[in-house]
């Protein structure tokens, strides 16, 4: 005899309507709830920032307009990769004089990925 699929039944590993709606649900409860525990209210938490050490990369006067400079920061680790930049026009956060001078990280923060390759 053969039976008959659940209709109902999804695949492992795919997400339907039904168990985004559910976990959606649960996260945002969950949410609310937290708010009535004690210490979880509306206490300020004092941010924590982590200080690197300063690193000399290339001489302003050097870099090329448009043409990166690789560098390793903070430290020399596969996740350490950045490029230093000299931009056509300024840049938010630049420096220099015309503050067109950035440097990015190529670590891609959603996937993991090296952009810089």
Not at 28 to 42: A, I, K, R, S, Y
Not at 75 to 94: F, T, W
Request: a positive charge; glycine letters at 12%.
């Amino acid at each position: 005899m053969v039976s008959k699929k659940d209709e109902t039944e999804t695949e492992v590993g795919c997400l339907n309507r039904r168990a985004f709606l559910f976990a959606s649900g649960t996260v945002v409860g969950g949410t609310v709830l937290l708010t009535g525990v004690p210490g979880m209210g509306n206490k300020a938490v004092e941010a924590r920032m982590s200080r690197y050490p300063r690193m000399f990369i290339e001489n302003m006067s050097r870099l090329k307009m448009n043409k990166p400079v690789r560098f390793k920061y903070p430290d020399k680790g596969r996740n350490s990769n950045s490029i230093l930049v000299k931009m056509n026009e300024q840049a938010g956060g630049g420096v220099g004089a015309d503050r067109n001078v950035v440097a990015f990280n190529t670590l891609c923060t959603h996937m993991g990925g090296d952009m810089g390759k």
